[in-house]
């Protein structure tokens, strides 16, 4: 029997998810190329420490799903969390936030990510992952609730230790920033953590009673 589950079923089962990284810049033959390599869940690209424009970010998510393999990108900053709505209307199907630190930054872009009643995500979504306009607003909005991913990225000693506040209904995915994540703790040598597997065993440790995947310690395959 086939696996009819969606990927946000599958996060929430705590079950890997396999991604591939790409550049925006990429042509639609480099890409298929690059997603040929394996079967990805995903395909990431990185806006925090890489040049973003509108239009070359539409081509991309187009060229994406035209291959069959929806989009992710981590934002710009940590405060442009009220921008997500906005980068998803571009095409996009999951958003990574990085650096997050505080309760505020995660409801900011659980509002941002999500239509209402769970969200407050405007309305319009003309490139969107899904839609089409034979889509009504609220069956389209449903299908968005039920399915987008949001991550969160954890790159500090704090955002370690206060993971349970972190963790709230609507984050799909808690990832990790390992060379950030690894400066805070030299930052902090009286810190609880000597090494970014304590780190992450921590964070397997608050989470396994809450539905939320925590992901993979350390990956060179894109493995989350």
């Known amino acids: 029997m086939s696996d009819t589950r969606t990927l946000k079923q599958r ?16 042509s639609e033959a480099e890409l298929a190329d690059r997603l040929s390599q394996d079967a990805y869940d995903l395909v990431h690209i990185d806006a925090q420490h890489t040049p973003l424009g509108d239009r070359r970010l539409v081509r991309f998510c187009q060229m994406a799903r ?39 930054t995660v409801d900011e872009a659980i509002q941002s990510f999500y239509y209402p009643p769970i969200g407050k995500r405007s309305w319009w979504p003309q490139f969107a992952y899904g839609y089409d306009r034979s889509r009504e607003t609220r069956e389209y909005a449903d299908w968005w609730n ?28 808690l990832a990790f920033g390992a060379a950030d994540l690894g400066l805070s703790i030299e930052a902090h040598p009286k810190s609880p953590f000597a090494s970014f597997e304590e780190c992450h065993a921590f964070v397997v440790e608050q989470c396994a009673d809450l539905d939320i995947k925590v992901g993979a310690s350390r990956s060179q395959t894109g493995q989350m």
């Open 66 to 104: 035209k291959l069959g393999v929806p989009s992710q990108m981590r934002i710009r900053h940590t405060r442009e969390a009220y921008m997500i709505g906005r980068f998803l209307d571009f095409g996009l199907f999951s958003v990574v936030v990085p650096q997050v630190e505080t309760e505020a």
């Open 146 to 173: 039920a399915n987008g991913i949001l991550v969160v990225q954890l790159e500090s000693v704090d955002a370690i230790l206060n993971v349970r506040k972190l963790a709230r209904p609507g984050v799909d995915l």
């Open 11 to 26: 996060l929430h089962a705590k079950e890997g998810i396999n991604i591939a990284f790409a550049t925006l810049e990429m």
